[in-house]
């Protein structure tokens, strides 16, 4: 009897939405089958949801513990795309990047352990986004954003994610730099820009701006053996010999950077260190090229402060608001424990996109209107209860929020006014168990 013919060859030739489709056409035929890929899919929810987990312990953690538990959250994202893995690894190796961004902000890294971490996490981030690519110009916003406006950390390669962003990624990515090099004379973010157009140059493969980007730069030895590199990739050996010829006659000594002042708002900053301080000290820096390296320091004495009291948390929230980072705010008021007006602030801007996040602020709001005990406070409190109510809905958790509200009248069925404030405000009450 002939053996069996191994399919595998030709399988492999086959797309992947064919060999999907005919897998599906088998398990439903196959009840074995589709029980063992459901618990394959079953298996990478909970290890996605897990590694969440960890994230969200990992902050409360001493360095090491944080170290190791980041590590455990990228070993997952890398057997799951080592394993080809169609879920959505993205929004999970993103929140990797920048938690660990953040937490170098704000710890003592002279090992280099959490570095170390953050340079794999954007590795994979740059891998989960080619297998399923996000919306290409909120990775190109999130991009800039790192290179301009961080802190000087992660170091993004643009090769790494210049798949994922496609044709419109990297137009929005041009154009910012573009703009930049237009607008700025000088400073820290036009040497960013002049470096990402050197990197446009190379994902595009215009070897003739590439290598016009490189001559123009001050004559050193890495830079002549970068312009041969490239003129031989691009087949143009004459050139590149002749390039090389020519660069062995240049004097390769580098000039030193001058010293700077450091800006005025500096002194008011050290001296009292608030959000209108903070600000101050940016707009001023902004102007000078001077804020990523501002930014570090001033930052982490905010943070030092906030992990003392909640005036202090308030102050640090309101300075990452006012610079248009709505999710490092929102973070620094959880782990800081920001006051619960600040909170809510934050959760009104926060709820459309993440509402589940933000239902726990709604319900501390409630009762701490609830507590007041007087008329106004009840009205508000019944307002926040409709808004409490939409956000339920936004997260799929409406039923949720029937059984919390059973459980508020409960609690506080002797506040007649209170009731008739829900009552006015048109939320429909759930009956009474049993009744």
């Given at each position: 009897?002939?053996?069996?013919?191994?399919?595998?060859?030709?399988?492999?030739?086959?797309?992947?939405?064919?060999?999907?489709?005919?897998?599906h056409?088998?398990?439903?035929?196959?009840?074995?089958?589709?029980?063992?890929?459901?618990?394959?899919?079953?298996?990478?929810?909970?290890?996605?949801?897990?590694?969440?987990?960890?994230?969200?312990?990992?902050?409360?953690?001493?360095?090491?513990?944080?170290?190791?538990?980041?590590?455990?959250?990228?070993?997952?994202?890398?057997?799951?795309?080592?394993?080809?893995?169609?879920?959505?690894?993205?929004p999970?190796?993103?929140?990797t990047?920048?938690?660990?961004?953040?937490?170098?902000?704000?710890?003592d890294?002279?090992?280099?352990?959490?570095?170390?971490?953050?340079?794999?996490?954007?590795?994979?981030?740059?891998?989960?986004?080619?297998?399923?690519?996000?919306?290409p110009?909120?990775?190109a916003?999130?991009?800039?954003?790192?290179?301009?406006d961080?802190?000087?950390?992660?170091?993004?390669?643009?090769?790494d994610?210049a798949?994922?962003?496609?044709?419109?990624?990297?137009?929005?990515?041009?154009?910012?730099?573009?703009?930049?090099?237009?607008?700025?004379?000088?400073?820290?973010?036009?040497?960013?820009a002049?470096?990402?157009?050197?990197?446009?140059?190379?994902?595009?493969?215009?070897?003739?701006?590439?290598?016009?980007?490189l001559?123009?730069?001050?004559?050193?030895?890495?830079?002549?053996l970068?312009?041969?590199?490239?003129?031989?990739?691009?087949?143009?050996?004459?050139?590149?010999?002749?390039?090389?010829?020519?660069?062995?006659?240049?004097?390769?000594?580098?000039?030193?950077?001058?010293?700077?002042?450091?800006?005025?708002?500096?002194?008011?900053?050290?001296?009292?260190?608030?959000a209108?301080?903070?600000?101050?000290?940016?707009e001023e820096?902004?102007?000078?090229?001077?804020?990523?390296?501002?930014?570090?320091?001033?930052?982490?004495?905010?943070?030092?402060?906030?992990?003392?009291?909640?005036?202090?948390?308030?102050?640090?929230?309101?300075?990452?608001?006012?610079?248009?980072?709505?999710?490092?705010?929102?973070?620094?008021?959880?782990?800081?424990?920001?006051?619960?007006?600040?909170?809510?602030?934050?959760?009104?801007?926060?709820?459309?996109?993440?509402?589940?996040?933000?239902?726990?602020?709604?319900?501390?709001?409630?009762?701490?209107?609830?507590?007041?005990?007087?008329p106004?406070?009840?009205?508000?409190?019944a307002?926040?209860?409709?808004?409490l109510?939409?956000?339920?809905k936004?997260?799929?958790?409406?039923?949720?929020?029937?059984?919390?509200?059973?459980?508020?009248?409960?609690?506080?069925?002797?506040?007649?006014?209170?009731?008739?404030?829900?009552?006015?405000?048109?939320?429909?009450?759930?009956?009474?168990?049993?009744?």
């Amino acid at each position: 009897m002939s053996s069996p013919t191994d399919l595998r060859p030709y399988l492999r030739t086959l797309d992947a939405e064919t060999l999907a489709d005919l897998l599906h056409a088998q398990a439903e035929r196959d009840p074995e089958l589709r029980q063992a890929l459901e618990n394959r899919f079953a298996t990478q929810g909970s290890d996605v949801a897990e590694a969440h987990r960890l994230l969200d312990t990992a902050v409360l953690a001493g360095n090491v513990e944080y170290a190791a538990k980041v590590g455990s959250v990228l070993d997952t994202l890398q057997r799951l795309l080592d394993a080809g893995s169609r879920a959505d690894l993205a929004p999970l190796a993103r929140r990797t990047v920048d938690d660990i961004s953040e937490m170098l902000e704000q710890i003592d890294d002279t090992s280099g352990e959490v570095a170390d971490r953050l340079d794999r996490a954007v590795e994979l981030y740059a891998r989960a986004c080619v297998a399923r690519p996000p919306d290409p110009e909120s990775l190109a916003a999130w991009i800039l954003e790192v290179e301009f406006d961080g802190p000087g950390w992660p170091a993004i390669e643009l090769a790494d994610f210049a798949s994922a962003l496609g044709e419109k990624g990297i137009a929005r990515i041009q154009s910012t730099v573009d703009k930049v090099l237009a607008e700025q004379p000088s400073g820290a973010k036009r040497e960013t820009a002049e470096r990402l157009r050197e990197e446009l140059a190379e994902v595009s493969g215009d070897v003739d701006a590439l290598v016009a980007i490189l001559a123009a730069k001050p004559p050193r030895v890495d830079v002549s053996l970068k312009i041969v590199r490239v003129l031989r990739a691009a087949g143009r050996h004459s050139e590149a010999i002749a390039h090389a010829a020519r660069a062995l006659t240049h004097d390769k000594k580098e000039e030193a950077p001058q010293a700077e002042k450091d800006p005025l708002s500096r002194k008011e900053f050290d001296e009292n260190p608030t959000a209108a301080t903070y600000l101050a000290l940016r707009e001023e820096s902004l102007e000078t090229g001077r804020w990523v390296a501002q930014r570090k320091t001033a930052l982490a004495r905010l943070r030092e402060l906030a992990a003392g009291s909640t005036p202090a948390a308030d102050e640090l929230v309101r300075a990452l608001l006012g610079e248009d980072r709505a999710d490092e705010a929102w973070r620094a008021a959880v782990r800081f424990a920001a006051s619960l007006p600040v909170r809510v602030e934050l959760a009104d801007v926060r709820s459309a996109a993440h509402p589940a996040e933000t239902i726990p602020v709604y319900r501390d709001h409630v009762e701490e209107l609830i507590t007041r005990k007087d008329p106004n406070s009840y009205r508000e409190a019944a307002r926040q209860l409709r808004k409490l109510r939409t956000v339920h809905k936004k997260a799929g958790m409406a039923e949720e929020f029937s059984s919390y509200l059973g459980t508020l009248v409960e609690i506080h069925k002797r506040k007649t006014r209170l009731i008739a404030e829900v009552k006015a405000a048109r939320i429909a009450i759930p009956k009474p168990v049993g009744a």
